[in-house]
Structures are given as C-alpha cells and as structure tokens.
C-alpha cells in the first residue's frame, strides 16, 4: 500500500472516548488525507495537510481534529467519540510535480485502512 | 456544486463479455479525472487518470476510460471482463480548494460482479 502505514487497524471503543488514528508514511510526500467511508457516501474527506503543521478542513470535519508535526505522520483525533463516528478510515498522500506549468501527478495512493468501531 | 455520479450501485456482466462503469462529473475549470479500485478489506488503488491530451486513456489491468467534455462524462470500460475484475471501482474528480490543489471529491462507487 505505497508505503503507508495506518495504525491501528481495527478498534472497538465506547462513545465519549477519545480515540486517534495514526498515518505514517515513508514516500516523503507533502499531501496527507483522511477520509472515512460509509456505505452510500463514497469517500468523503475529513482533513487534509498541505505541509508540516499546516492543516484544513474537508468536507466532514465535525467531531475530528488533526494534527502533523512531521511530514511522514499525520493523525486523526476524535476528541470524543460517537456512534455516528463508526466507520472505515483510510488515509492518503500524494505529491504534486510541475512539467511546463501543467500539475502532472495528482495522484493519491491510499493506505489499508482502520475500522473503527464506536459501542 | 462540484460533484461526481455514479448512477449505478452494481454492474453485473459475464465474464469475457465487454464492461462499462459509468461516472458523470460536475466541475469548475478544466477536470482531472481518476479511477480507483477497492477490493474487499483494502484500500483504493489508483487504475487511471484523465489530465489532458488524448480523450482515451489507458490504465492498469486492462482498463480505460474515455473522457467526453460534452457529456462531462469519464466512463471506465474493458474488452473483456475477468471474474478477478469484480470489485468496487470510485470515480474521482479533483477540485481546488483552500491551499491545496490535490483535493479529490468521489463518487459514491459501482460494485462490479462478473459472473462465471
């Protein structure tokens, strides 16, 4: 899974627990994701980062937090969790290369995934 | 609204029989189109992308996609069908947002079962 590693890979936990997935990467890549996947939604992006300790909302960042201190982790917090928070969790990198002015990769290569389950 | 469509939950087709997944897009600017694929308990592995160039392009494992402006349409297709082909497939457009150019919206996916 192009050099990611998402940890850990299933867990169980009680809502009002607070809970963080981690993302680890070796490809030196500037761009990270986290998104979660629910039957009838595709992937829907939670946060991203566009470098060290720069960070953004995506579309369904309510409930979560993120935070990258070094450019191979980037971690998924959910401050306390509910069961709407169910769900699989998969995080991304890509690399942007310029080639005559024109973005020619944009590619984003994903990890294997947290199932995570909030009781 | 930036947005992708995958009108089909499943597509159903025997194997060695020719495929098509269908995805439509909405987008500001020029689009940039993916494929990905998902088999069961792992993550999406990237098969094609449209930037710019030829409106046909070719991905991994046989796959294409033909990228028609008019129709703002990227639908994947393949020759022929493999029963090791059957798997969920996301359509993905990218759209800007904030500071970072790479955000990809996907569609909501087609689960793709070729039969024996």
């Known amino acids: 899974d192009a050099g990611i590693t998402q940890s850990p890979r299933h867990k169980v936990t009680e809502t009002g627990t607070p809970v963080t997935l981690r993302c680890h990467q070796t490809?030196?890549?500037?761009?990270m994701y986290w998104y979660r996947q629910d039957p009838g939604h595709g992937l829907r992006l939670i946060h991203y980062?566009?470098?060290?300790?720069?960070?953004d909302k995506g579309e369904v960042s309510d409930g979560y937090s993120v935070s990258r201190s070094k450019t191979e982790d980037f971690l998924l917090t959910l401050e306390s969790a509910t069961s709407s928070q169910t769900s699989v969790y998969f995080c991304a990198i890509s690399e942007t290369s310029t080639s005559g002015g024109t973005l020619a990769k944009n590619i984003q290569y994903f990890g294997a995934g947290t199932r995570l389950s909030v009781l | 609204a930036q947005s992708v469509a995958q009108p089909e939950d499943q597509v159903n087709v025997a194997e060695g029989n020719p495929l098509t997944v269908k995805c439509t897009y909405s987008v500001s600017g020029n689009p940039y189109l993916f494929w990905y694929v998902q088999y069961p308990n792992r993550g999406l592995q990237f098969l094609l992308k449209y930037i710019t160039g030829d409106n046909l392009v070719k991905g991994s494992y046989g796959f294409e996609a033909e990228f028609n402006k008019s129709q703002t349409s990227f639908h994947m297709k393949k020759p022929s069908a493999l029963v090791s082909d059957s798997a969920l497939y996301f359509c993905a457009v990218r759209v800007s947002y904030g500071g970072a150019t790479n955000k990809l919206i996907f569609g909501t996916g087609t689960l793709l079962a070729v039969q024996p």
């Open positions: 490809e030196n890549h500037r761009y």
């Open positions: 980062s566009y470098g060290v300790k720069d960070t």
